[in-house]
């Protein structure tokens, strides 16, 4: 193929990315065009494309330097598009998502009555009466916690289907995510179902510590729900809090209509999840990696667990301050 032929065919490609590359040049361009945006991936792989056929069938210089300059501010505008991707999650995660707690303190203390009150309730009833935990679990399920924290146990927890560590962490992270999302998005029920699952969850966890504890089994069941308990249970008061949001929006729209009140609470309730996840992948880490050892005496893992509860109420009560807005 000639070089006239060349050129018509891909001028146009040529021009668009010409044009888009120069409007994020110039700062005082408000917007981009959104198509172009969208396609500037596929058009930077096509000047490079061009490029290295240009180069191998010994067209002009001056179109050769044209898609060379082409090809080169496209790489660099795709490292910074990149480059700004990760400094906006850097930036929620020291400062947007603390704040945004922080923000939405009602829901979260409202949620954390409603999985800490039942907890807490739930382990005092049980060291007073121990045959109330057959109430709410089974018997199978009593001796399978139980046989997970029994003094004889090597490895701590659930029962492994393999020795790996890193097969337990997605295990670990499938559960968890599981369990936090489901919080949230029931919530769209009027808030109901994220009611119910604070209650049940808060319910479940404390009568399962409270059972253990009658037993005896305080240092091997503290000793490894002490670690990343911090991170995974104001991980699911979070879901609940973003949970709950959404239903006091369907619940009390105010002035607005229900679809738009849902979508401003939405808005919030996602970026809430966001650190969720985050939460829940750092518990689920050290749930495999740490909590489930015997290696260490069980005052080291009091202790670690004693600074991870401080990291996480820190990092809620002081990231961010004075960039509040």
């Known amino acids: 193929m000639n070089q006239e032929r060349f050129e018509q065919l891909h001028q146009a490609q040529w021009q668009q990315l010409e044009q888009w590359l120069e409007a994020r040049r110039d700062k005082k361009r408000k917007a981009d065009n959104d198509e172009t945006t969208a396609a500037f991936p596929h058009l930077y792989r096509q000047v490079c494309h061009h490029l290295a056929l240009a180069r191998e069938r010994h067209y002009s210089n001056h179109l050769v330097e044209r898609l060379n300059k082409l090809a080169l501010e496209g790489h660099t505008q795709l490292y910074r598009s990149r480059t700004g991707i990760l400094m906006n999650i850097v930036r929620f995660v020291l400062v947007g998502f603390p704040v945004l707690v922080r923000r939405e303190s009602r829901v979260f203390w409202l949620a954390a009555l409603l999985f800490y009150g039942p907890l807490v309730a739930m382990w005092f009833t049980v060291q007073q009466w121990p045959d109330v935990a057959y109430s709410v679990m089974s018997a199978p399920q009593t001796r399978q916690y139980e046989q997970m924290y029994s003094p004889d146990r090597k490895v701590l927890g659930r029962e492994r289907q393999a020795d790996s560590n890193f097969y337990m962490f997605g295990v670990y992270i499938w559960n968890n995510i599981g369990i936090g999302f489901r919080t949230f998005a029931t ?139």
């Open 187 to 325: 919530g769209l029920l009027f808030g109901l179902g994220s009611l119910f699952l604070l209650i049940f969850n808060g319910v479940v966890i404390g009568t399962v510590a409270g059972h253990l504890t009658h037993l005896g089994y305080i240092s091997t069941f503290y000793s490894f729900v002490v670690g990343h308990s911090a991170f995974e249970l104001t991980a699911i008061v979070i879901s609940g809090a973003a949970g709950l949001k959404l239903g006091l929006a369907l619940i009390r729209p105010g002035r607005r209509s229900r679809l738009r009140a849902l979508r401003e609470a939405a808005a919030i309730s996602v970026r809430l999840i966001f650190g969720v996840i985050l939460f829940l992948v750092i518990a689920a880490f050290i749930e495999a990696f740490w909590s489930s050892t015997t290696a260490f005496a069980p005052q080291v893992k009091y202790f670690v667990g004693g600074l991870l509860w401080l990291t996480v109420i820190s990092y809620l009560l002081l990231m961010g301050r004075g960039r509040e807005t």
